[in-house]
């Protein structure tokens, strides 16, 4: 009995704080084509989950269900070091706000869903950077597994533009 209560109560602490991120929802692009976003995304940089700590090689793979309305996210990675253990944290994507397709939640597994805000998109698709509202976590990524150091430095300035702190985001090192 002790332990399902331990349970409920973790359940319903993890339902708070999902809810309560909401409230600082921030501006998204004004829209994503869905099929165009899907497939191979490298992580050039981010301030990382406690999943992503000493990751490299950093990849993340979506594909569209169209049957089930969430996409499928493949994260995978080299845990502390280049060659080091290959990692996968597999997870669901659903799109809150279908008219843009900029605003999703992702759930690394039941009941958790954490906000997920397509906050800029080059017009190419070749890169892309992900926040969420309190800034906690931000991820740059590119199509490519390296960018130059100045479009780098241009997505830092943009990201500040908008309103996010560059702070502290980490380059993340993947093998071309």
Do not use: H
């Not at 999943?51 to 994260?75: P, S």
């Amino acid at each position: 009995m002790f332990i399902n209560m331990k349970k409920i109560l973790l359940i319903i602490f993890i339902f708070i704080i999902n809810c309560s991120s909401s409230s600082e929802f921030r501006s998204t692009v004004p829209n994503v084509d869905i099929n165009k976003f899907m497939g191979k995304w490298y992580v050039i940089g981010s301030r990382p989950t406690s999943f992503e700590e000493g990751a490299f090689n950093a990849i993340e793979i979506y594909t569209y269900n169209a049957d089930k309305e969430e996409i499928n996210i493949d994260f995978t990675y080299n845990k502390d070091s280049i060659n080091g253990p290959l990692k996968s944290v597999p997870q669901k994507g659903y799109i809150i706000d279908k008219v843009n397709n900029s605003y999703w939640k992702v759930s690394p597994f039941w009941p958790l869903k954490f906000d997920y805000l397509i906050i800029s998109l080059e017009k190419d698709y070749s890169w892309t950077v992900i926040g969420v509202p309190d800034q906690k976590y931000i991820w740059i990524m590119a199509r490519t597994p390296t960018i130059k150091e100045d479009q780098y430095q241009q997505i830092l300035t943009s990201i500040n533009k908008l309103g996010y702190d560059s702070k502290n985001i980490k380059k993340i090192t993947n093998i071309q």
